[in-house]
């Protein structure tokens, strides 16, 4: 029941993405504040908003069914679902190589499911285990976030969205501990920590989502977003809450090697080309990729 909501969490997250890059797109200005006021008053941005938050309570129920690298690995499939639609709808341009990454991942994430089996864990993890993940996180968006802003086209997207990879894996860890509290009241849930914590890396992880896909390279901002949520989604599975690798010993080295299978896959995705539609037929042309 899990993996099958997680699915539908992925459909959700990539069809969401892909509308808010459109509605980014359709935005005046390259950076900075003002673009990320008009965004809330496009449609199709609002409809993609939508998605995504249908998608974090699919995501959210799937969490309480099943191990975050379970729910993690599967919701990362987004990126891939993403293409066809973003092909559609933001002129993104798919060749050879995307396709081959796009398969690389499926098969990566496949491999890593079936062979690790991730298992096992606690529901109580220590105060000072959170708070180390949480600051550890928290450092790691405002390095890779700096970087972003000094840079343009395909590494402004790749940064930015590694910055909010790291904002959405802390997002999904902590969501979590956070439905092990809702059933326990308002008040309680009030008092807690973890609703707080979800909310502030969910709005700097949409920050910098959008502004990964204000570049309008769609592939390498997802990308980057879904590998390092990946990676770091696995990693607090592990470190948090103990989840394990199942069956031995033995299934450990070719469940990491479905890992970085897929984390090469999206390395292949991250080097897709944006839309080169014509801007005098009113079309969004993003920054130019680098040449070295």
Same mark, same amino acid.
């Given at each position: =029941?899990?993996?099958?909501?997680?699915?539908?969490?992925?459909?959700?997250?990539?069809?969401?993405?892909? %509308?808010? @890059?459109?509605?980014?797109?359709?935005?005046? /200005? @390259?950076?900075?504040?003002?673009?990320?006021?008009?965004?809330?008053?496009?449609?199709?941005?609002?409809?993609?908003? *939508?998605?995504?938050?249908?998608?974090?309570?699919? /995501?959210?129920?799937?969490?309480?069914?099943?191990?975050?690298?379970?729910? @993690?690995?599967?919701?990362? %499939?987004?990126?891939?679902?993403?293409?066809? #639609?973003?092909?559609? !709808?933001?002129?993104?341009?798919?060749?050879?190589?995307?396709?081959?990454?796009?398969?690389?991942? *499926?098969?990566?994430?496949?491999?890593? %499911?079936?062979?690790?089996?991730?298992?096992?864990?606690?529901?109580?993890?220590?105060? $000072?285990?959170?708070?180390?993940?949480? !600051? #550890?996180?928290?450092?790691?968006?405002?390095?890779?976030?700096?970087?972003?802003?000094?840079?343009?086209?395909?590494?402004? &997207?790749?940064?930015?969205?590694?910055?909010?990879?790291?904002?959405?894996? !802390?997002?999904?860890?902590?969501?979590? +501990?956070?439905?092990?509290?809702?059933?326990?009241?308002?008040?309680?849930?009030?008092? +807690?920590? $973890?609703?707080?914590?979800?909310?502030?890396? &969910?709005?700097?992880?949409? #920050?910098?989502?959008?502004?990964?896909?204000?570049?309008?390279? %769609?592939?390498?901002? =997802?990308?980057? $977003?879904?590998?390092?949520?990946?990676?770091?989604?696995? #990693? !607090?599975?592990?470190?948090?809450?103990?989840? =394990?690798?199942?069956?031995?010993?033995?299934?450990?080295?070719?469940?990491?090697?479905?890992?970085?299978?897929?984390?090469?896959?999206? *390395?292949?995705?991250?080097?897709?080309?944006?839309?080169?539609?014509?801007?005098?037929?009113?079309?969004?042309?993003?920054?130019?990729?680098?040449?070295?």
């Amino acid at each position: =029941m899990g993996s099958a909501l997680a699915v539908l969490a992925a459909f959700a997250f990539a069809f969401g993405t892909v %509308l808010q @890059q459109k509605g980014t797109l359709d935005t005046t /200005q @390259q950076s900075g504040g003002p673009w990320l006021i008009q965004i809330l008053r496009k449609p199709v941005w609002l409809a993609g908003m *939508v998605l995504q938050s249908l998608g974090w309570i699919l /995501q959210a129920v799937a969490l309480d069914k099943a191990p975050l690298m379970v729910v @993690q690995a599967i919701t990362s %499939l987004s990126l891939v679902i993403a293409l066809p #639609i973003g092909i559609w !709808l933001t002129g993104q341009q798919v060749d050879r190589k995307v396709a081959a990454g796009a398969v690389t991942v *499926v098969a990566g994430i496949i491999v890593f %499911l079936s062979v690790g089996s991730p298992n096992g864990g606690t529901s109580q993890p220590s105060a $000072s285990t959170w708070w180390t993940a949480c !600051l #550890i996180i928290a450092a790691l968006v405002l390095v890779f976030a700096a970087l972003g802003r000094s840079r343009q086209g395909a590494t402004r &997207a790749l940064l930015f969205g590694s910055a909010a990879g790291f904002g959405y894996a !802390l997002q999904t860890a902590v969501t979590k +501990d956070f439905d092990l509290e809702v059933g326990n009241g308002l008040l309680s849930l009030l008092a +807690d920590w $973890s609703i707080y914590v979800l909310a502030a890396s &969910a709005v700097v992880g949409f #920050i910098l989502q959008q502004s990964a896909l204000k570049t309008g390279v %769609l592939a390498p901002a =997802m990308a980057s $977003s879904n590998a390092v949520t990946l990676f770091v989604g696995v #990693i !607090l599975g592990n470190v948090i809450f103990g989840e =394990m690798l199942g069956h031995g010993g033995g299934h450990v080295a070719p469940a990491i090697l479905g890992l970085v299978l897929a984390v090469a896959g999206v *390395v292949l995705l991250a080097r897709a080309e944006g839309p080169t539609a014509d801007p005098a037929q009113g079309e969004h042309v993003p920054f130019p990729a680098p040449t070295s």
